[in-house]
Antibody, heavy 121, light 108 residues
């Protein structure tokens, strides 16, 4: 059974940093691109970035709203994807979901349960 | 950036009735369109990919159609567990991968 479990969320002050983790199991983690998506309270879904599998170079793509502030990385030896979030803003408050990508081209075939990040002073 | 527009924002339907949800893309996405279902407090779940292919374990009452810029998700006979928010997502032109704003299907 494919499972994705996020961790690392919490309350953080504006301007500070936070790192989220996503641990995958039940599949060969290194064979898949992994994305992070988020959902602000009461709002819709927003894709924020993905990291390709090693087969496709392990490179990253980001949404304009987070480019330059957020970094996605992966450790295939431990089946973990990371989201490093720097210079956090109040508008980054959201539930952050880790997803497994099918493709390219990419849609999201499995989702984690999400972790809440609250940016507030 | 491809903008995805879903309509209506809210759809009130009685159990057993048919629900038809629309998704429009600002430019052609071919058949690279997915649909997701999200229930309160839960993660989204993939329903449809490739515009019309049901994901594993998705009941046959869910069907997708369309190509290019106009897409439809149809739920043929709504069950109690189908009341949720539905999102479309294009994966033809990226970055960014983009979602529609969602359609909430509520009990009439």
């Amino acid at each position: 059974e494919v499972q994705l479990v996020e961790s690392g969320g919490g309350l953080v002050q504006p301007g500070r940093s936070l790192r989220l983790s996503c641990t995958g199991s039940g599949f060969t983690f290194g064979d898949y691109a992994m994305s992070w998506c988020r959902q602000a309270p009461g709002k819709g879904l927003e894709w924020i970035g993905f990291i390709r599998s090693r087969l496709y170079g392990g490179t990253t793509e980001y949404a304009a709203s987070v480019k330059g502030r957020f970094t996605i990385s992966r450790d295939d030896s431990t089946s973990i994807a990371y989201l490093q979030m720097n210079s956090l803003k109040t508008e980054d408050t959201a539930v952050y979901f880790c997803t497994r990508n099918w493709g390219p081209p990419y849609y999201f075939d499995y989702w984690g349960q999400g972790t809440l990040v609250t940016v507030s002073s | 950036e491809i903008v995805m527009t879903q309509s209506p924002a809210t759809l009130s339907v009685s159990p057993g009735e048919r629900a038809t949800l629309s998704c429009r893309a600002s430019q052609s996405v071919g058949s690279n369109l997915a649909w997701y279902q999200q229930k309160p407090g839960q993660a989204p779940r993939l329903l449809i990919y490739g515009a019309f292919t049901r994901a594993t374990g998705i009941p046959a009452r869910f069907s997708g159609s369309g190509s290019g810029t106009e897409f439809t998700l149809t739920i043929s006979s709504l069950q109690s567990e189908d009341f949720a928010v539905y999102y479309c997502q294009q994966y033809n032109n990226w970055p960014p991968l983009t979602f529609g704003g969602g359609t909430k299907v509520e009990i009439k």
